[in-house]
């Protein structure tokens, strides 16, 4: 089976690496209204693999950690305050 951009079980993947406790990831509804509809608190040193989808159009990352996709590495910041 040929590998078609356009297909939605091919749809974007990102990889959320936590570098400290009590990492926050968010995904967020498409549609009219943009909403919560998921949530996950990682640890250091936990990984989490998401996926953009139909409902998912936006992944928010709260405290630090190493957001890696097809488009390069991210780094985000400290839940403390710290500077990016």
């Given at each position: 089976?040929e590998r078609?951009?356009?297909d ?13 406790n009590?990492v ?32 998912t ?7 630090k ?5 097809r ?14």
């Amino acid at each position: 089976m040929e590998r078609n951009e356009t297909d939605k079980s091919y749809a974007d993947y990102i990889v959320i690496a936590a570098e400290e406790n009590g990492v926050n990831v968010i995904g967020l509804t498409r549609g009219k209204d943009t909403r919560l509809h998921h949530t996950e608190i990682l640890d250091k040193g936990e990984v989490l693999i998401a996926q953009f989808t139909e409902q998912t159009s936006a992944i928010k990352v709260r405290g630090k950690a190493k957001v890696y996709c097809r488009h390069g590495e991210v780094q985000s910041g400290s839940r403390q305050g710290g500077h990016l």
